[in-house]
């Protein structure tokens, strides 16, 4: 279950230490996730306490996620802010991050899922957030990446903690086109 009052949903799970301890029997779920939809805005919502990914939109096209407050402990794995997955135009903006994990994950699919599935997330554009993390990625493209990311845009945001990150496997050939922004 879930507690939602005053425009924010918390999660209220506490099984980051069951995962920590190596106890953990069953893959924890997303706190929001959106499969095959389109034309969906997310805005002016706190959302905290997942026990795993925060908010995963996968197969989604045309999402707008603004105004929005993420949190979870520093010590709570696999917490990710927003993970667009295999998604198309999507846009993230003046929003607040405090995460886990990466603060937001561009991702298109895991191995054999993400190549056979072979959708690319693309046309992702982020502006003006924050992300408060450590040892993780204030905005990271992968991992699960394996169907491809295209067209990454970072404007005018504040990483504390850790910036951009770029998560692949050593083994795969991957090809990156960077261009700077206003970051810091």
């Not at 295209?150 to 086109?177: L, Y």
Request: net charge negative; charged share 20%.
């Amino acid at each position: 279950g879930y507690y939602t009052l005053n425009n924010e949903i918390d999660g209220r799970v506490k099984l980051w230490d069951v995962h920590n301890s190596g106890q953990e029997q069953f893959t924890r779920g997303h706190l929001v996730e959106f499969m095959s939809s389109k034309d969906i805005t997310m805005e002016k919502i706190t959302l905290m306490n997942s026990p795993f990914w925060t908010v995963h939109p996968w197969n989604s096209d045309n999402l707008l996620f603004r105004e929005m407050t993420i949190l979870a402990p520093h010590d709570a794995p696999n917490t990710d802010g927003i993970d667009p997955d295999s998604c198309t135009n999507v846009r993230i903006e003046d929003s607040y991050f405090s995460q886990g994990d990466d603060g937001v994950a561009i991702k298109s699919g895991w191995d054999c899922f993400g190549t056979d599935f072979n959708k690319p997330t693309r046309n992702v554009y982020i502006r003006n957030i924050t992300v408060t993390t450590f040892g993780h990625g204030g905005v990271s493209i992968g991992s699960e990446m394996s169907g491809g990311v295209e067209n990454v845009f970072v404007t005018d945001s504040h990483f504390i903690g850790s910036g951009m990150r770029i998560k692949t496997n050593p083994t795969v050939e991957a090809s990156f086109g960077m261009s700077s922004g206003q970051t810091s």
